[in-house]
């Protein structure tokens, strides 16, 4: 038997002698691909998926203890019915679906064929090829020789070979033999003459070459195949460690704050990487529990958080049945507001009132994108229409316009034309064609793009589509949620009862917004090409030089830190909750603790308002510090008659600014406890 350091092949092996052999039988795990992490492992993992997507009432640890059980009661059956000790997984999984609550238990097809796919794409996920093996085989193809792949494992032929071709490897193996076909192992030796059986071949014609001294080469030797052995000794130690470092329960803590750190230069709000990661993984559960398998992103925050997820899918879910196919639309508000509404009559413009009530008439005109219209209109009804009301919907002036011949003929032509244009957009998606339900993407806070979707659709049924279903990074208000336009609150919600953590996240929402900036203009109507084809019609790109600037440097290093923290968690076991603690006490340190750096950083930002009302949101406060009688007149006011909205896009900045430090701490560890943290 020849022993080779790990990752060499001797000479003669390598050489593979012409007319010594005529096949090459080679073992799977640790001899042509290693795992990143233990084993055992990769099943924690899969249980953790496993149960948030079909078994929450258990939960990871408690799937995976009864996938052991199983396995070990499945394998001995087995070996009582003459096989061996072996337990096939498509087998254990409907062992395991039977043992779940019949009340939160999907279908047990469904559910086989998830726990199948989840475990094809963790291991797809953790698996690197052995380049000392993948060499052999190569020498092997060019002398001639046939290669069949011997592995004891419980996948099925086809997933190993979805394995296989995930790492380039399919086309290198005439023949593929798995004990959880056979329910023969090579351990045993009882593997050995099937192989045989299966290659047509004599065993002195055959190298079996594999990483186990008894199952790849005693055995192989037993059945007067010719073997080799590959050392891979030192891989127990580290599979060891491995081990340790995913059960241990600070783990994930002391990874996170690793990953987390700043060095060198400051860099603004690294936590906000660990914040979307979470909504991210979070997002792609809850799509995948729905059963979405395309989802539209919404312009223009949706851009960044399309990347973070498509980048998340690539390492997470490399096989095409957990793959989520994501679209990129671009709308906005404005753009869609006007094809959602009714005929002029009846129309009441709700969710532009039911938020903004004091606004002029160019305002109005802006909102709805006939902003073309305020000079004629001024004219012909001799009024100022830059001048702001009180309540605009109720006012003589909004009276007197929408009864204009000159509004109602625009606010017909336009509303159908820009309708037709976006519902072709819609049409023309790849997937939409004969579904029922459009599923979307955005930041938040109320869904309002949503609402005009869904009166759209619900106006015109030649669109084929009768729900609009809404995931978002946070809600804070239903807006126009209906049974056919359901909204959910994916990293927090704060209507009704509100999510865990939710007061945290909740704390100044415009970073998000800041942050999720898009490259280009906001979408102001939709329109038809000269080839006839709906198309977005983009606003200028006032905030070019801002974006390029400062956005697109602080995205880089955000999609970066995303990238590492997903490269590391892909290899721990943990719960969900878990991991929203931590980025629930990590996104309040941000927005509770901010830097200097942060602050001057966030300060130097603004952000475009397009909708109800125009112009610039900024952030900076430039107002003299208060003396300490206004800070006491401010920490009255707040304890006695404080109401929420009017602390700001930020409360701790606004506190801190208006009533001091001390005050601003005090108001730090009550959100946290409310949150919590």
Same mark, same amino acid.
């Given at each position: 038997m020849t022993h080779v350091a790990d990752g060499l092949l001797p000479p003669a092996l390598a050489a593979l002698e012409p007319g010594a052999h005529d096949w090459l039988c080679l073992d799977m795990f640790d001899t042509l691909v290693s795992?990143?992490?233990? /084993?055992?492992?990769?099943? #924690?993992?899969? +249980?953790?998926?496993?149960?948030?997507?079909?078994?929450?009432?258990?939960?990871g640890a408690q799937l995976y203890a009864a996938r052991a059980a199983l396995e070990q009661r499945l394998g001995e059956a087995n070996v009582a019915a003459g096989h061996d000790a072996e337990a096939a997984l498509p087998e254990v999984l409907g062992a395991l679906w039977e043992a779940l609550p019949a009340a939160d238990r999907p279908g047990r097809e469904a559910f086989v064929t998830l726990g199948l796919e989840l475990e094809v794409a963790t291991e797809c996920a953790l698996q690197?090829?052995?380049?000392?093996?993948? *060499?052999?085989?190569?020498?092997?193809?060019?002398?001639?020789? &046939?290669? +069949?792949?011997?592995s004891d494992f419980y996948l099925p032929e086809g997933h190993l070979r979805r394995l296989l071709a995930h790492h380039g490897l399919a086309a290198h193996f005439d023949h593929v033999v798995v004990s959880a076909d056979t329910l023969r192992t090579k351990r045993s030796g009882r593997q050995y003459p099937l192989v045989l059986e299966r290659l047509g071949a004599p065993p002195s014609r055959v190298l079996m070459v594999g990483d186990n001294a008894e199952a790849d080469v005693a055995q192989a030797r037993a059945h007067g195949l010719a073997a080799h052995h590959l050392d891979r000794a030192p891989r127990g130690a580290t599979y060891e460690a491995w081990r340790r470092e995913a059960g241990d329960p600070g783990h994930l803590a002391r990874a996170?704050? &690793?990953?987390?750190?700043?060095?060198?230069?400051?860099?603004?709000? /690294?936590?906000?990487?660990?914040t979307l990661f979470a909504f991210t993984e979070r997002l792609h559960d809850a799509l995948l529990r729905a059963g979405v398998r395309d989802v539209c992103f919404l312009a223009r925050e949706g851009q960044l958080l399309q990347r973070l997820f498509d980048a998340y899918q690539a390492r997470r879910a490399p096989t095409p049945a957990l793959a989520i196919r994501t679209h990129y639309l671009e709308v906005s508000r404005r753009a869609?507001?006007?094809?959602?509404? &009714?005929?002029?009559?009846?129309?009441? =413009?709700?969710?532009? =009132?039911?938020? $903004?009530? !004091?606004?002029s008439g160019a305002a109005f005109l802006r909102s709805l994108g006939l902003e073309h219209l305020e000079a004629p209109l001024a004219a012909a009804l001799g009024r100022n229409l830059g001048e702001e009301e009180a309540d605009w919907p109720t006012s003589?002036?909004?009276?007197?316009?929408?009864? @204009?011949?000159? =509004?109602t003929a625009a606010y017909a032509h336009e509303r159908r034309t820009r309708q037709d244009a976006l519902l072709d957009i819609l049409r023309r998606l790849p997937w939409l064609g004969g579904r029922d339900r459009?599923?979307?993407?955005?930041?938040?806070?109320? &869904?309002? %793009?949503?609402? @005009?979707?869904?009166?759209?659709?619900?106006?015109?049924?030649?669109?084929?589509?009768?729900?609009?279903?809404? $995931? $978002?990074l946070g809600l804070v208000a239903t807006g126009a949620a209906s049974p056919t336009s359901r909204k959910h609150g994916v990293l927090f919600d704060t209507v009704g009862a509100p999510t865990p953590h939710a007061a945290a996240f909740d704390q100044n929402r415009s970073l998000f917004e800041v942050v999720l900036a898009a490259d280009h203009g906001s979408t102001h109507h939709h329109a038809f090409d000269a080839a006839g084809l709906g198309v977005p019609?983009?606003?200028?790109?006032?905030?070019?030089?801002?974006? @390029? *600037? @400062? %956005?697109?440097?602080?995205? !880089? #290093?955000?999609?970066a830190r995303f990238a590492a923290i997903d490269a590391a968690l892909v290899r721990l076991p943990y719960a969900p909750e878990r991991l929203l603690h931590e980025a629930a006490r990590r996104h309040a340190r941000m927005v509770l603790a901010p830097s200097p750096a942060e602050l001057g950083w966030f300060s130097g930002v603004w952000h475009?308002?397009? =909708?109800?009302?125009?112009?610039?949101?900024?952030?900076?406060?430039?107002?003299?510090?208060?003396?300490? #009688?206004?800070?006491?007149?401010?920490?009255?006011?707040?304890?006695?008659?404080?109401?929420?909205?009017?602390?700001?896009?930020? /409360? $701790?900045?606004? %506190?801190?600014?208006?009533?001091g430090r001390a005050l601003a701490a005090v108001y730090a560890r009550a959100l946290r406890r409310r949150a919590g943290l």
């Amino acid at each position: 038997m020849t022993h080779v350091a790990d990752g060499l092949l001797p000479p003669a092996l390598a050489a593979l002698e012409p007319g010594a052999h005529d096949w090459l039988c080679l073992d799977m795990f640790d001899t042509l691909v290693s795992r990143r992490v233990h /084993p055992e492992d990769v099943k #924690r993992l899969v +249980c953790e998926r496993l149960a948030r997507l079909a078994a929450p009432a258990l939960g990871g640890a408690q799937l995976y203890a009864a996938r052991a059980a199983l396995e070990q009661r499945l394998g001995e059956a087995n070996v009582a019915a003459g096989h061996d000790a072996e337990a096939a997984l498509p087998e254990v999984l409907g062992a395991l679906w039977e043992a779940l609550p019949a009340a939160d238990r999907p279908g047990r097809e469904a559910f086989v064929t998830l726990g199948l796919e989840l475990e094809v794409a963790t291991e797809c996920a953790l698996q690197l090829p052995e380049p000392d093996a993948v *060499a052999l085989l190569e020498r092997a193809r060019e002398a001639g020789l &046939g290669r +069949c792949l011997v592995s004891d494992f419980y996948l099925p032929e086809g997933h190993l070979r979805r394995l296989l071709a995930h790492h380039g490897l399919a086309a290198h193996f005439d023949h593929v033999v798995v004990s959880a076909d056979t329910l023969r192992t090579k351990r045993s030796g009882r593997q050995y003459p099937l192989v045989l059986e299966r290659l047509g071949a004599p065993p002195s014609r055959v190298l079996m070459v594999g990483d186990n001294a008894e199952a790849d080469v005693a055995q192989a030797r037993a059945h007067g195949l010719a073997a080799h052995h590959l050392d891979r000794a030192p891989r127990g130690a580290t599979y060891e460690a491995w081990r340790r470092e995913a059960g241990d329960p600070g783990h994930l803590a002391r990874a996170l704050d &690793g990953l987390l750190a700043t060095r060198g230069e400051p860099e603004p709000f /690294p936590e906000l990487a660990l914040t979307l990661f979470a909504f991210t993984e979070r997002l792609h559960d809850a799509l995948l529990r729905a059963g979405v398998r395309d989802v539209c992103f919404l312009a223009r925050e949706g851009q960044l958080l399309q990347r973070l997820f498509d980048a998340y899918q690539a390492r997470r879910a490399p096989t095409p049945a957990l793959a989520i196919r994501t679209h990129y639309l671009e709308v906005s508000r404005r753009a869609t507001f006007l094809p959602s509404l &009714g005929p002029l009559e009846a129309e009441t =413009f709700e969710t532009l =009132f039911r938020q $903004y009530r !004091r606004m002029s008439g160019a305002a109005f005109l802006r909102s709805l994108g006939l902003e073309h219209l305020e000079a004629p209109l001024a004219a012909a009804l001799g009024r100022n229409l830059g001048e702001e009301e009180a309540d605009w919907p109720t006012s003589e002036a909004f009276a007197a316009l929408r009864a @204009h011949p000159t =509004f109602t003929a625009a606010y017909a032509h336009e509303r159908r034309t820009r309708q037709d244009a976006l519902l072709d957009i819609l049409r023309r998606l790849p997937w939409l064609g004969g579904r029922d339900r459009l599923a979307v993407v955005d930041v938040g806070w109320k &869904g309002t %793009i949503q609402d @005009h979707l869904a009166a759209l659709l619900a106006q015109r049924p030649d669109a084929g589509v009768r729900e609009v279903e809404g $995931y $978002y990074l946070g809600l804070v208000a239903t807006g126009a949620a209906s049974p056919t336009s359901r909204k959910h609150g994916v990293l927090f919600d704060t209507v009704g009862a509100p999510t865990p953590h939710a007061a945290a996240f909740d704390q100044n929402r415009s970073l998000f917004e800041v942050v999720l900036a898009a490259d280009h203009g906001s979408t102001h109507h939709h329109a038809f090409d000269a080839a006839g084809l709906g198309v977005p019609v983009r606003d200028a790109f006032e905030e070019a030089p801002l974006f @390029h *600037a @400062h %956005i697109a440097p602080a995205q !880089r #290093r955000l999609e970066a830190r995303f990238a590492a923290i997903d490269a590391a968690l892909v290899r721990l076991p943990y719960a969900p909750e878990r991991l929203l603690h931590e980025a629930a006490r990590r996104h309040a340190r941000m927005v509770l603790a901010p830097s200097p750096a942060e602050l001057g950083w966030f300060s130097g930002v603004w952000h475009l308002e397009n =909708f109800g009302v125009f112009g610039r949101s900024t952030f900076s406060d430039t107002a003299a510090p208060p003396g300490w #009688r206004e800070q006491l007149a401010f920490a009255w006011w707040l304890l006695t008659a404080r109401r929420p909205g009017e602390l700001g896009f930020w /409360p $701790y900045l606004t %506190i801190r600014a208006r009533g001091g430090r001390a005050l601003a701490a005090v108001y730090a560890r009550a959100l946290r406890r409310r949150a919590g943290l």
